[in-house]
């Protein structure tokens, strides 16, 4: 939690989201002891405001790294369910609220 605010000062674009997954990405495959905290630090990092839904579900889908990429996506694939989720009730919200006037 120390460091998201360090991370935030380089996080203000999509592809520098991406860059640090990718960066998170091959720091655990490279270091396997860390493998099963991947998912966590991507779900801290979100609620820290660091990356962003949108880059998280692009690098789920298109933009994840070869090594470890099987392991990596099944780690997060319920982080990227609850997000996608998110964006469907927020979608549907809207689409009310736009009903309604």
Do not use: H, M
Not at 23 to 33: D, H, M, R, V
């Amino acid at each position: 939690q120390r460091v998201a605010p360090i991370f935030n000062q380089f996080c203000k674009k999509a592809a520098t989201e991406i860059v640090l997954i990718n960066t998170l990405q091959l720091w655990c495959y490279e270091n396997t002891k860390t493998i099963p905290v991947f998912s966590k630090l991507l779900k801290l990092l979100y609620s820290q405001d660091v990356l962003s839904d949108q880059a998280i579900i692009y690098w789920f889908s298109k933009g994840s790294k070869l090594q470890g990429r099987a392991t990596f996506l099944s780690a997060a694939e319920p982080l990227v369910k609850f997000l996608k989720e998110q964006e469907e009730e927020e979608e549907e919200s809207e689409d009310e609220e736009e009903d309604d006037e």
